[in-house]
């Protein structure tokens, strides 16, 4: 059967030599046909390990995701809703964790994300991606829709295409199209937003473009002209392959993050170190963050600064609903913690 393949590459993580590959020598159908075996995860949450003779006979959804990825975040409420309304009927959704990060190969740490985006689906952890690589996945998020019969209906990559999977997980369970055109979500990026930013050596680069230098070195940057889209940084940092950390409090020279970002909200991914506080001052436009579009993350403090508190690894929210346009987001560490992994940001 001919599988219906949808891609959204505006909105996705995706290796950068993948992409060269599609440009080169086009789309070719490389993902599994069959619903492969869903053997060597690291564990399981929230179900024991299944096996494709537990899926027989159903319609099963698989969302690769990562638990950092403010993509896969903002797909959960399609995905929630498609279980509520369908798992009765027949429909099983697979979550499969593929880490971006080493953290999030502790079960603590995906089990606390399960939790907190209200996830009750079966999920399988891909430590080694070892599901990754046997569904020739590329993406965060990615979907795979397999039929009755364990054959691939329906793929789709990145955010959006809800009403296209909707439609397609309804025909692989045997129910009538839904009636009328349901409104689709718009998809797409404003022109000028700033993409991901990575801040360790292996992927970061500072303020003036230049390469961070090799992996577990201590670096000294001082305050120069800030550039756009770009972590500017100053004071001490100790520098590792997938992460940046504070290190050193000089007073004239302090460690902060400055950012001039296009976005209408921004997310940093922060892991809290032992004996630091974990308390980061955060500053937008050189003032407090406005309570009218502080993320779900931020704290204000008596004298009505604002900051968040890194208690996890984990992502978090630091403005939302903001119009989109130009913002200064600047980070003030107190001490030499947390470590800084990566800054996503939303569209509106």
Request: charged content about 25%.
């Amino acid at each position: 059967m001919s599988v219906l393949i949808r891609k959204n590459r505006r909105r996705q993580r995706a290796f950068c030599l993948f992409f060269i590959a599609l440009l080169f020598f086009g789309v070719t159908n490389v993902q599994a046909e069959t619903i492969p075996s869903l053997e060597g995860g690291a564990a399981w949450i929230n179900s024991p390990p299944l096996s494709r003779k537990d899926l027989q006979g159903k319609v099963v959804l698989v969302d690769f995701w990562e638990y950092t990825c403010v993509n896969c975040v903002r797909t959960f409420p399609f995905l929630k809703k498609m279980y509520r309304e369908y798992a009765s009927r027949g429909l099983v959704i697979i979550g499969i964790h593929t880490p971006e990060f080493t953290f999030g190969r502790i079960r603590s740490n995906v089990e606390s994300a399960v939790h907190r985006f209200g996830l009750v689906y079966p999920v399988v952890m891909d430590n080694q991606m070892v599901l990754w690589d046997r569904f020739h996945n590329h993406y965060w998020p990615a979907e795979f829709l397999f039929d009755r019969s364990g054959t691939l209906q329906y793929h789709s990559i990145g955010e959006g295409d809800y009403a296209g999977m909707e439609g397609q997980i309804r025909l692989a369970l045997g129910l009538p199209a839904k009636i009328g055109s349901p409104e689709e979500d718009d998809a797409s990026f404003p022109e000028g937003m700033t993409p991901e930013l990575y801040a360790g050596a292996s992927r970061g680069e500072t303020g003036g473009g230049v390469p961070l230098d090799a992996s577990g070195n201590k670096e000294k940057f001082t305050r120069a002209e800030m550039r756009p889209d770009r972590l500017n940084l100053s004071g001490d940092w100790v520098i590792h392959d997938e992460y940046i950390r504070p290190s050193g409090m000089d007073a004239g020279n302090p460690p902060e993050i400055h950012l001039p970002y296009h976005a209408a909200g921004v997310h940093v991914v922060l892991r809290p170190r032992p004996g630091t506080s974990g308390k980061v001052l955060v500053f937008l436009d050189g003032k407090p963050v406005s309570r009218k579009v502080a993320g779900e993350d931020i704290r204000y403090d008596s004298s009505g600064k604002s900051y968040i508190q890194a208690g996890e690894a984990r992502m978090y929210n630091l403005t939302r609903g903001q119009p989109f346009g130009g913002y200064l987001l600047k980070l003030a560490f107190l001490d030499r913690g947390p470590s800084v992994y990566s800054f996503t940001f939303d569209p509106k």
